[in-house]
Protein backbone atom coordinates (compact mmCIF):
# COMPACT_ATOMS: atom_id res chain seq x y z
CA UNK A 1 0.00 0.00 0.00
CA UNK A 2 2.83 2.43 0.50
CA UNK A 3 4.46 1.96 -2.72
CA UNK A 4 1.43 1.95 -4.41
CA UNK A 5 0.49 5.74 -2.41
CA UNK A 6 3.78 7.21 -3.36
CA UNK A 7 3.28 6.27 -7.00
CA UNK A 8 0.16 7.65 -6.95
CA UNK A 9 1.33 10.62 -4.98
CA UNK A 10 4.10 11.35 -7.33
CA UNK A 11 1.99 10.93 -10.60
CA UNK A 12 -0.97 13.51 -9.50
CA UNK A 13 2.20 16.54 -8.12
CA UNK A 14 3.69 15.44 -12.35
CA UNK A 15 -0.16 16.04 -13.22
CA UNK A 16 -0.41 19.25 -11.09
CA UNK A 17 3.45 20.67 -12.37
CA UNK A 18 2.20 20.04 -16.25
CA UNK A 19 -0.83 21.56 -15.67
CA UNK A 20 0.85 24.78 -13.91
CA UNK A 21 3.27 24.40 -17.16
CA UNK A 22 0.30 24.71 -19.37
CA UNK A 23 -1.25 27.56 -16.98
CA UNK A 24 1.96 29.94 -17.03
CA UNK A 25 2.26 28.90 -20.90
CA UNK A 26 -1.33 30.21 -21.45
CA UNK A 27 -0.72 33.49 -19.57
CA UNK A 28 2.33 34.37 -21.61
CA UNK A 29 0.54 33.83 -24.36
CA UNK A 30 -2.04 35.75 -23.56
CA UNK A 31 0.90 38.92 -22.02
CA UNK A 32 2.66 38.71 -25.77
CA UNK A 33 -1.00 38.69 -26.93
CA UNK A 34 -2.23 42.00 -25.81
CA UNK A 35 1.58 43.28 -26.21
CA UNK A 36 1.28 42.20 -30.12
CA UNK A 37 -2.20 43.66 -30.00
CA UNK A 38 -0.46 47.17 -28.49
CA UNK A 39 2.14 47.26 -31.31
CA UNK A 40 -0.05 46.77 -33.82
CA UNK A 41 -2.44 49.65 -33.32
CA UNK A 42 0.66 51.65 -33.20
CA UNK A 43 1.57 50.62 -36.34
CA UNK A 44 -1.79 50.73 -37.88
CA UNK A 45 -3.32 53.92 -36.45
CA UNK A 46 -1.54 56.68 -38.29
CA UNK A 47 -1.10 59.97 -36.14
CA UNK A 48 -4.44 61.30 -37.37
CA UNK A 49 -6.50 58.59 -36.71
CA UNK A 50 -6.14 58.34 -32.73
CA UNK A 51 -5.92 61.18 -30.13
CA UNK A 52 -3.47 59.66 -27.85
CA UNK A 53 -1.42 59.07 -30.66
CA UNK A 54 -1.09 63.03 -31.06
CA UNK A 55 -0.06 63.78 -27.56
CA UNK A 56 3.06 60.94 -28.33
CA UNK A 57 3.99 63.34 -30.58
CA UNK A 58 4.04 66.13 -28.67
CA UNK A 59 6.89 63.97 -26.81
CA UNK A 60 8.20 62.56 -29.23
CA UNK A 61 12.05 62.03 -29.59
CA UNK A 62 13.99 61.15 -32.46
CA UNK A 63 15.56 57.13 -32.78
CA UNK A 64 19.24 57.32 -34.29
CA UNK A 65 19.26 53.67 -34.28
CA UNK A 66 16.16 51.87 -35.62
CA UNK A 67 13.92 52.23 -38.54
CA UNK A 68 10.34 53.89 -37.93
CA UNK A 69 9.14 54.22 -41.49
CA UNK A 70 5.79 55.00 -42.09
CA UNK A 71 3.37 52.35 -43.00
CA UNK A 72 3.44 51.94 -46.20
CA UNK A 73 0.09 52.32 -48.95
CA UNK A 74 -0.37 49.88 -51.55
CA UNK A 75 1.29 52.49 -54.15
CA UNK A 76 4.19 52.82 -52.18
CA UNK A 77 4.29 49.11 -51.69
CA UNK A 78 4.81 48.56 -56.07
CA UNK A 79 6.55 51.34 -56.73
CA UNK A 80 9.03 49.88 -54.07
CA UNK A 81 9.31 46.35 -56.10
CA UNK A 82 9.09 48.48 -59.56
CA UNK A 83 13.09 50.06 -58.22
CA UNK A 84 14.60 46.08 -58.01
CA UNK A 85 13.29 45.81 -61.93
CA UNK A 86 16.28 45.77 -64.27
CA UNK A 87 17.56 48.46 -66.86
CA UNK A 88 15.51 48.99 -70.30
CA UNK A 89 17.15 48.77 -73.73
CA UNK A 90 19.46 45.58 -72.18
CA UNK A 91 19.09 44.06 -76.06
CA UNK A 92 20.17 47.26 -77.48
CA UNK A 93 23.08 47.88 -75.09
CA UNK A 94 23.65 44.94 -73.21
CA UNK A 95 27.36 46.30 -71.84
CA UNK A 96 28.24 49.31 -70.15
CA UNK A 97 31.43 51.02 -71.24
CA UNK A 98 34.33 49.73 -68.51
CA UNK A 99 35.00 53.44 -67.50
CA UNK A 100 31.66 54.30 -67.51
CA UNK A 101 30.45 57.28 -65.30
CA UNK A 102 26.71 56.60 -64.04
CA UNK A 103 24.23 59.43 -64.69
CA UNK A 104 21.34 60.18 -62.44
CA UNK A 105 18.58 62.16 -63.32
CA UNK A 106 16.14 63.17 -60.22
CA UNK A 107 13.10 64.65 -61.20
CA UNK A 108 9.58 65.77 -60.06
CA UNK A 109 6.82 66.74 -62.35
CA UNK A 110 7.77 69.18 -64.99
CA UNK A 111 7.59 67.10 -68.39
CA UNK A 112 7.98 70.54 -70.39
CA UNK A 113 11.50 70.49 -69.10
CA UNK A 114 12.12 66.45 -68.81
CA UNK A 115 11.51 66.50 -72.67
CA UNK A 116 14.18 69.24 -73.11
CA UNK A 117 16.43 67.45 -70.66
CA UNK A 118 16.07 63.95 -72.67
CA UNK A 119 16.48 65.81 -75.98
CA UNK A 120 19.75 67.16 -74.99
CA UNK A 121 21.14 64.21 -73.28
CA UNK A 122 20.44 62.37 -76.83
CA UNK A 123 22.67 64.18 -78.25
CA UNK A 124 25.44 63.84 -76.03
CA UNK A 125 28.39 61.99 -77.06
CA UNK A 126 29.40 58.33 -75.12
CA UNK A 127 25.78 58.52 -73.93
CA UNK A 128 25.28 54.69 -75.15
CA UNK A 129 27.99 53.63 -73.26
CA UNK A 130 26.61 54.21 -69.87
CA UNK A 131 23.23 53.60 -67.69
CA UNK A 132 21.14 56.41 -66.61
CA UNK A 133 18.77 56.38 -63.79
CA UNK A 134 16.09 58.20 -63.30
CA UNK A 135 14.78 59.00 -59.73
CA UNK A 136 11.34 59.68 -59.21
CA UNK A 137 9.65 62.22 -56.77
CA UNK A 138 6.15 61.25 -57.28
CA UNK A 139 4.83 59.33 -59.59
CA UNK A 140 3.30 60.97 -62.63
CA UNK A 141 2.61 59.14 -66.22
CA UNK A 142 3.28 61.95 -68.26
CA UNK A 143 6.85 61.91 -67.08
CA UNK A 144 6.92 58.24 -66.62
CA UNK A 145 5.99 57.85 -70.56
CA UNK A 146 8.93 60.34 -71.21
CA UNK A 147 11.32 58.48 -69.25
CA UNK A 148 9.36 54.96 -70.91
CA UNK A 149 10.64 56.54 -74.79
CA UNK A 150 14.45 56.58 -74.22
CA UNK A 151 16.35 54.69 -76.57
CA UNK A 152 19.55 56.22 -76.71
CA UNK A 153 21.32 54.43 -73.78
CA UNK A 154 20.34 51.55 -70.88
CA UNK A 155 17.89 53.04 -68.74
CA UNK A 156 16.75 52.39 -65.11
CA UNK A 157 13.40 53.90 -63.21
CA UNK A 158 13.59 54.32 -59.72
CA UNK A 159 10.66 56.06 -57.79
CA UNK A 160 10.36 57.56 -53.94
CA UNK A 161 8.39 54.95 -51.64
CA UNK A 162 8.15 57.03 -49.33
CA UNK A 163 7.40 60.72 -51.27
CA UNK A 164 4.92 63.41 -49.98
CA UNK A 165 3.67 63.41 -53.47
CA UNK A 166 2.15 59.15 -52.94
CA UNK A 167 0.75 60.29 -49.33
CA UNK A 168 -2.72 61.41 -49.91
CA UNK A 169 -3.56 60.91 -45.89
CA UNK A 170 -1.14 60.86 -43.79
CA UNK A 171 2.63 61.26 -42.87
CA UNK A 172 4.99 62.10 -45.35
CA UNK A 173 1.90 63.35 -47.49
CA UNK A 174 -1.03 66.00 -45.52
CA UNK A 175 -2.48 64.59 -42.23
CA UNK A 176 -5.76 65.83 -41.31
CA UNK A 177 -4.27 66.60 -38.20
CA UNK A 178 -1.27 68.50 -39.58
CA UNK A 179 -0.60 71.28 -38.28
CA UNK A 180 -0.50 74.30 -40.49
CA UNK A 181 1.23 77.97 -41.08
CA UNK A 182 2.12 79.00 -37.97
CA UNK A 183 -0.70 77.12 -35.99
CA UNK A 184 -0.48 76.45 -32.06
CA UNK A 185 -0.19 72.57 -32.07
CA UNK A 186 -1.86 72.95 -28.20
CA UNK A 187 -4.38 75.50 -29.26
CA UNK A 188 -5.01 73.72 -32.56
CA UNK A 189 -5.00 70.46 -31.33
CA UNK A 190 -2.71 69.33 -34.37
CA UNK A 191 0.68 67.57 -34.92
CA UNK A 192 3.43 69.64 -36.36
CA UNK A 193 7.00 70.91 -34.99
CA UNK A 194 7.31 74.05 -35.79
CA UNK A 195 11.02 75.50 -37.43
CA UNK A 196 12.72 78.20 -36.52
CA UNK A 197 10.72 80.81 -37.73
CA UNK A 198 7.26 79.04 -36.23
CA UNK A 199 6.37 77.59 -39.14
CA UNK A 200 5.34 74.44 -39.42
CA UNK A 201 6.04 71.57 -42.51
CA UNK A 202 4.58 71.57 -46.05
CA UNK A 203 5.01 68.38 -47.81
CA UNK A 204 5.56 69.47 -51.13
CA UNK A 205 8.47 71.88 -50.26
CA UNK A 206 9.79 69.09 -47.69
CA UNK A 207 9.87 66.54 -50.27
CA UNK A 208 12.59 68.32 -52.09
CA UNK A 209 15.19 67.36 -49.43
CA UNK A 210 13.33 63.77 -48.56
CA UNK A 211 14.06 62.99 -52.53
CA UNK A 212 17.50 63.86 -52.87
CA UNK A 213 18.20 62.14 -49.89
CA UNK A 214 16.54 59.02 -50.40
CA UNK A 215 17.97 58.72 -54.01
CA UNK A 216 21.72 59.11 -52.64
CA UNK A 217 21.36 56.66 -50.16
CA UNK A 218 19.46 54.02 -52.79
CA UNK A 219 22.21 54.62 -55.68
CA UNK A 220 25.40 54.66 -53.38
CA UNK A 221 24.01 51.74 -51.19
CA UNK A 222 20.19 49.97 -52.22
CA UNK A 223 20.91 49.20 -56.58
CA UNK A 224 22.92 46.50 -57.38
CA UNK A 225 23.32 48.43 -60.47
CA UNK A 226 25.23 50.87 -58.36
CA UNK A 227 26.03 49.99 -54.97
CA UNK A 228 29.23 47.88 -56.11
CA UNK A 229 30.22 51.38 -58.62
CA UNK A 230 33.51 52.54 -57.46
CA UNK A 231 33.96 55.15 -60.14
CA UNK A 232 32.08 58.26 -60.62
CA UNK A 233 28.72 58.98 -60.54
CA UNK A 234 27.03 62.10 -61.96
CA UNK A 235 23.43 63.96 -60.90
CA UNK A 236 21.69 66.29 -62.86
CA UNK A 237 18.40 67.57 -62.27
CA UNK A 238 15.26 67.69 -64.43
CA UNK A 239 16.07 71.82 -65.92
CA UNK A 240 19.94 70.81 -66.76
CA UNK A 241 20.31 71.42 -70.39
CA UNK A 242 22.99 68.66 -70.96
CA UNK A 243 25.75 70.04 -73.84
CA UNK A 244 26.97 67.53 -76.30
CA UNK A 245 30.76 67.01 -75.25
CA UNK A 246 29.36 67.02 -71.34
CA UNK A 247 30.17 63.51 -70.97
CA UNK A 248 33.56 63.55 -72.67
CA UNK A 249 34.36 66.43 -70.73
CA UNK A 250 33.73 64.64 -66.94
CA UNK A 251 35.71 61.86 -68.22
CA UNK A 252 38.61 63.67 -68.57
CA UNK A 253 37.70 65.78 -65.24
CA UNK A 254 37.75 62.47 -63.16
CA UNK A 255 40.56 61.54 -64.50
CA UNK A 256 42.36 64.82 -63.90
CA UNK A 257 41.53 64.87 -60.51
CA UNK A 258 43.90 62.74 -58.33
CA UNK A 259 46.33 64.62 -60.66
CA UNK A 260 45.58 68.07 -60.38
CA UNK A 261 43.57 68.92 -57.66
CA UNK A 262 43.78 65.98 -55.05
CA UNK A 263 41.80 67.79 -52.47
CA UNK A 264 39.04 68.14 -54.53
CA UNK A 265 36.08 66.21 -53.52
CA UNK A 266 34.12 66.03 -56.90
CA UNK A 267 33.71 67.58 -60.45
CA UNK A 268 31.50 69.70 -61.86
CA UNK A 269 30.13 69.96 -65.74
CA UNK A 270 29.06 73.96 -64.74
CA UNK A 271 30.15 76.79 -62.41
CA UNK A 272 29.15 76.77 -58.56
CA UNK A 273 26.94 80.51 -60.20
CA UNK A 274 24.27 79.21 -62.08
CA UNK A 275 23.94 82.33 -64.00
CA UNK A 276 27.95 81.99 -65.43
CA UNK A 277 29.00 80.34 -68.44
CA UNK A 278 32.01 80.47 -67.60
CA UNK A 279 35.51 82.24 -67.80
CA UNK A 280 36.35 81.20 -71.11
CA UNK A 281 39.96 81.17 -70.40
CA UNK A 282 42.51 78.23 -70.58
CA UNK A 283 42.62 76.96 -67.09
CA UNK A 284 40.96 74.30 -65.27
CA UNK A 285 39.26 75.75 -61.84
CA UNK A 286 38.91 74.48 -58.63
CA UNK A 287 35.96 75.88 -56.77
CA UNK A 288 32.88 75.25 -54.35
CA UNK A 289 30.74 71.97 -55.44
CA UNK A 290 27.85 73.53 -57.53
CA UNK A 291 24.53 71.80 -57.54
CA UNK A 292 24.34 71.38 -61.40
CA UNK A 293 25.96 68.38 -62.96
CA UNK A 294 27.80 67.45 -59.84
CA UNK A 295 30.06 63.96 -60.28
CA UNK A 296 31.68 62.25 -57.18
CA UNK A 297 32.29 58.70 -55.90
CA UNK A 298 31.73 55.71 -53.59
CA UNK A 299 34.69 57.22 -51.05
CA UNK A 300 33.21 60.63 -51.07
CA UNK A 301 29.91 59.55 -50.93
CA UNK A 302 30.74 57.47 -47.57
CA UNK A 303 32.04 60.50 -45.74
CA UNK A 304 28.75 62.68 -46.82
CA UNK A 305 26.83 59.53 -45.42
CA UNK A 306 28.70 59.64 -41.78
CA UNK A 307 27.02 63.28 -41.81
CA UNK A 308 23.57 61.92 -41.76
CA UNK A 309 22.68 63.61 -38.31
CA UNK A 310 23.95 66.60 -39.50
CA UNK A 311 22.10 66.53 -42.77
CA UNK A 312 18.79 65.47 -41.62
CA UNK A 313 18.58 68.07 -38.64
CA UNK A 314 19.35 71.20 -40.01
CA UNK A 315 16.63 73.55 -40.10
CA UNK A 316 16.82 74.47 -44.32
CA UNK A 317 14.29 72.28 -46.65
CA UNK A 318 16.88 72.73 -49.65
CA UNK A 319 19.37 69.82 -49.86
CA UNK A 320 22.27 72.11 -51.35
CA UNK A 321 21.97 74.81 -48.82
CA UNK A 322 21.92 71.83 -46.22
CA UNK A 323 25.58 70.29 -47.84
CA UNK A 324 27.21 73.93 -47.92
CA UNK A 325 26.03 75.16 -44.71
CA UNK A 326 26.65 72.07 -42.60
CA UNK A 327 27.83 68.76 -43.76
CA UNK A 328 30.61 70.13 -46.09
CA UNK A 329 32.09 72.30 -43.23
CA UNK A 330 32.22 69.88 -40.95
CA UNK A 331 34.65 67.95 -42.99
CA UNK A 332 37.24 69.86 -41.37
CA UNK A 333 38.91 71.06 -44.74
CA UNK A 334 37.38 73.22 -47.78
CA UNK A 335 35.39 71.10 -50.32
CA UNK A 336 36.30 71.63 -53.68
CA UNK A 337 35.18 70.50 -56.84
CA UNK A 338 37.05 70.48 -60.06
CA UNK A 339 35.95 71.63 -63.58
CA UNK A 340 36.55 73.43 -66.86
CA UNK A 341 36.66 76.87 -67.53
CA UNK A 342 33.62 76.73 -70.45
CA UNK A 343 30.65 75.08 -69.12
CA UNK A 344 29.10 71.56 -70.38
CA UNK A 345 25.69 71.93 -68.37
CA UNK A 346 23.37 74.92 -67.73
CA UNK A 347 20.43 75.57 -65.78
CA UNK A 348 17.52 76.76 -67.76
CA UNK A 349 14.17 76.39 -65.66
CA UNK A 350 12.62 79.38 -63.74
CA UNK A 351 10.16 76.90 -61.63
CA UNK A 352 11.60 75.08 -58.96
CA UNK A 353 12.27 71.61 -58.39
CA UNK A 354 8.97 71.07 -56.22
CA UNK A 355 6.19 73.01 -58.21
CA UNK A 356 4.24 70.83 -60.18
CA UNK A 357 2.44 71.26 -63.32
CA UNK A 358 -1.05 70.06 -61.29
CA UNK A 359 -1.40 72.80 -59.08
CA UNK A 360 -2.87 76.08 -59.05
CA UNK A 361 -0.27 78.46 -58.71
CA UNK A 362 2.42 76.50 -60.47
CA UNK A 363 4.98 78.30 -61.86
CA UNK A 364 4.24 77.43 -65.95
CA UNK A 365 6.96 78.72 -68.50
CA UNK A 366 6.41 75.78 -70.89
CA UNK A 367 10.43 74.94 -69.98
CA UNK A 368 11.13 78.29 -72.63
CA UNK A 369 14.70 77.17 -73.33
CA UNK A 370 17.59 79.89 -74.61
CA UNK A 371 20.81 77.47 -75.10
CA UNK A 372 23.55 78.39 -77.63
CA UNK A 373 25.39 75.20 -78.87
CA UNK A 374 28.73 76.10 -80.45
CA UNK A 375 31.13 73.77 -82.15
CA UNK A 376 33.34 73.95 -79.40
CA UNK A 377 30.30 72.90 -77.30
CA UNK A 378 30.16 69.84 -79.03
CA UNK A 379 34.05 67.79 -78.53
CA UNK A 380 35.63 67.81 -75.16
CA UNK A 381 37.25 71.27 -74.38
CA UNK A 382 38.97 70.00 -71.34
CA UNK A 383 43.30 69.71 -71.66
CA UNK A 384 45.08 67.74 -69.55
CA UNK A 385 48.29 70.64 -69.79
CA UNK A 386 46.42 73.54 -68.13
CA UNK A 387 47.23 75.47 -65.29
CA UNK A 388 44.87 74.77 -61.91
CA UNK A 389 42.97 78.08 -61.01
CA UNK A 390 41.49 78.08 -56.77
CA UNK A 391 38.70 79.74 -56.04
CA UNK A 392 39.16 80.76 -52.69
CA UNK A 393 37.17 83.50 -51.44
CA UNK A 394 33.79 82.65 -53.27
CA UNK A 395 29.89 84.21 -52.41
CA UNK A 396 27.42 82.04 -51.58
CA UNK A 397 26.21 80.04 -48.41
CA UNK A 398 29.01 79.69 -45.41
CA UNK A 399 29.02 77.80 -42.34
CA UNK A 400 26.69 79.36 -39.40
CA UNK A 401 23.93 80.41 -41.52
CA UNK A 402 21.06 79.14 -39.85
CA UNK A 403 18.90 77.73 -43.29
CA UNK A 404 15.68 78.57 -44.42
CA UNK A 405 13.73 76.97 -42.33
CA UNK A 406 10.83 74.53 -43.81
CA UNK A 407 12.39 71.49 -41.68
CA UNK A 408 11.53 71.77 -38.90
CA UNK A 409 9.47 68.83 -38.25
CA UNK A 410 10.08 66.18 -36.38
CA UNK A 411 8.97 63.63 -38.33
CA UNK A 412 10.89 64.88 -41.10
CA UNK A 413 14.07 64.35 -39.52
CA UNK A 414 13.40 61.01 -38.55
CA UNK A 415 12.44 60.43 -41.68
CA UNK A 416 15.48 61.28 -42.75
CA UNK A 417 17.87 59.36 -40.72
CA UNK A 418 15.68 56.46 -41.66
CA UNK A 419 16.83 56.60 -45.38
CA UNK A 420 20.51 56.39 -43.87
CA UNK A 421 19.75 53.52 -42.34
CA UNK A 422 17.81 51.94 -44.89
CA UNK A 423 20.78 49.49 -46.22
Keep these: ???????????????RRLVLVLLLGVILFVLLLGANAI?????????????????M?????LDFKHLKLPRQNELSISLEKHNQMPPRNLDLYPKLAKDHIVIVLYVHNRPQY???????????AGISETLLIVSHDGYFEEMNKIVKSIKFCQVKQIFAPYS?????????????????????????????????????????IVSLKHHWWWMMNTVWDGLKETRWHHGHILFIEEDHFIYPNAYRNLQLLTELKPKRCPYCYAANLAPSNVRSLGERWESLVAERVGNVGYAFNHTVWRKIHRKAREFCLFDDYNWDITMWTTVYPSFGEPVYTL??????????????????????????????LNV???EIDRVPNVRSDWGLYVRKNQEGYKAGFRGWGGWGDTRD?????????MY
Aim: charge should be positive; charged fraction near 25%.
Design 39 to 55: VDLITRHSFETDQSLRM
Design 114 to 124: LQIVVNSLSQV
Design 57 to 61: HNNYT
Design 1 to 15: MGVSYRKARAKAMAF
Design 372 to 374: EVN
Design 339 to 368: RGPRTSAVHFGKCGLHQGQDEKAACMDNGV
Design 413 to 421: HQLCLDFAK
Design 164 to 204: PHIFANGFPGVSPFDCKGKDDPDKMKCIGTRDQYGTHRSPK
